[in-house]
């Protein structure tokens, strides 16, 4: 074993010594994130031509967007170009976060708009009420956007003015108004939206259902939040297959997605739900070694102990 990155700031990494006969090393060579501004390093694998390779898959909150395709289809590349032109015999892992914060809060917020919505259609929350609930809804998400449009402005300003500036600073400033921006938007078309389908429905004599779901659709993410402020404290430990079948419903989608799109299977499929106990025991473990900190409810890896260490 050599050592390598001494004195560069980053943990000491021991380049791997190929084992006797071993016919892994075929002339492949990559880039060392542990040696930076260092010369490119063989890829020699620990047992022979097999390559063991982990993939973070995604998070099953909500459906695939292009992010997803993009990263997938990339690594999918990568292990086609492993096993396809070098001919290694990849162990392809990919593990499903399928217990976290946005899981739970989206799992909430659709079981309370549906039952809403049931309401709504029994009949037992009047035509006026819910026009006035869906526009309140929409309204809110629209000040609130605004409100965080103009600090984000006032950031922005206050770096680009500044006598000293940081570029990298006013670039992540000027990427975080944008897409804020792109949000106040998506929430002046989904109030507009809503006004047009409250006065559709409210005008309405034949009791459509189908104006009553278009109403309730046109601000759904706005109403769900509402809903879940006033009434998300009812879900307990015991409703845990609601924030399960939420899950597994959009894991589901997200493999149609990826066998749409070409993306080969992964050899081993695990999910955070599966390994509570080991995922727990590891973090703990991490902390020990001081590399780790709290923060808000959450564990962080912390990455200048890692480089220091």
């Known amino acids: 074993m050599s050592k390598q990155s001494e004195g560069n700031g980053y943990a000491t990494?021991?380049?791997?010594?190929?084992?006797?006969?071993?016919?892994?090393?075929?002339?492949?060579?990559?880039?060392?994130?542990?040696?930076?501004?260092?010369?490119?390093?063989?890829?020699?694998?620990k047992e022979g031509k097999l390559v063991?390779?982990?993939?973070?898959?995604p998070t099953v909150y909500d459906v695939a967007h292009m992010g997803h395709a993009r990263a997938y289809l990339t690594f999918d590349i990568l292990r086609r170009i492993l096993e396809q032109y070098f001919g290694y015999s990849v162990q392809w892992q990919m593990n499903i976060t399928d217990i976290d914060d946005k899981i739970i809060v989206r799992a909430r917020r659709t079981e309370l708009l549906r039952r809403y919505r049931e309401r709504c259609l029994s009949g037992s929350v009047g035509k006026a009420d819910v026009c006035e609930r869906v526009l309140e809804a929409a309204n809110k998400t629209l000040i609130d956007e605004q409100?965080?449009?103009?600090?984000?402005?006032?950031?922005?300003?206050?770096?680009?003015?500044?006598?000293?500036k940081d570029s990298k600073e006013i670039t992540a400033a000027e990427t975080a108004l944008k897409?804020?921006?792109?949000?106040?938007?998506?929430?002046?078309?989904?109030?507009?939206?809503?006004?047009e389908a409250a006065s559709a429905f409210a005008n309405d004599k034949s009791g459509s259902e189908k104006l009553l779901m278009a109403l309730?659709?046109?601000?759904?993410?706005?109403?769900?939040e509402s809903l879940d402020k006033e009434?998300?404290?009812?879900?307990?430990?015991?409703?845990?297959?609601?924030?399960?079948?939420?899950?597994?419903?959009?894991?589901?989608?997200?493999?149609?997605?990826?066998?749409?799109?070409g993306v080969k299977p992964p050899t081993i499929l695990t999910r955070v739900s599966e390994y509570v106990p080991e995922v727990v025991?590891?973090?703990?473990?991490?902390?020990?070694?001081?590399?780790?900190?709290?923060?808000n409810g959450s564990v962080y890896f912390d990455t200048h102990a890692f480089i220091k260490a």
Request: glycine share 8%; charged share 30%.
């Open 13 to 45: 990494w021991l380049c791997p010594c190929p084992p006797k006969n071993s016919d892994g090393d075929v002339g492949l060579k990559v880039n060392n994130s542990l040696t930076p501004g260092t010369d490119l390093v063989s890829f020699i694998p």
């Open 52 to 57: 063991k390779a982990y993939v973070c898959g």
């Open 147 to 164: 409100e965080k449009c103009e600090k984000l402005t006032q950031e922005y300003e206050s770096l680009s003015s500044a006598e000293k």
């Open 179 to 195: 897409e804020e921006e792109l949000k106040r938007s998506q929430a002046e078309g989904a109030l507009s939206k809503a006004k």
């Open 216 to 224: 309730l659709e046109s601000a759904k993410d706005s109403l769900a």
């Open 231 to 261: 009434e998300g404290h009812v879900f307990g430990g015991s409703d845990h297959e609601i924030f399960k079948a939420h899950a597994t419903k959009f894991e589901g989608l997200f493999h149609e997605d990826m066998d749409i799109l």
């Open 281 to 295: 025991s590891y973090i703990e473990g991490i902390e020990k070694k001081g590399m780790a900190y709290a923060s």
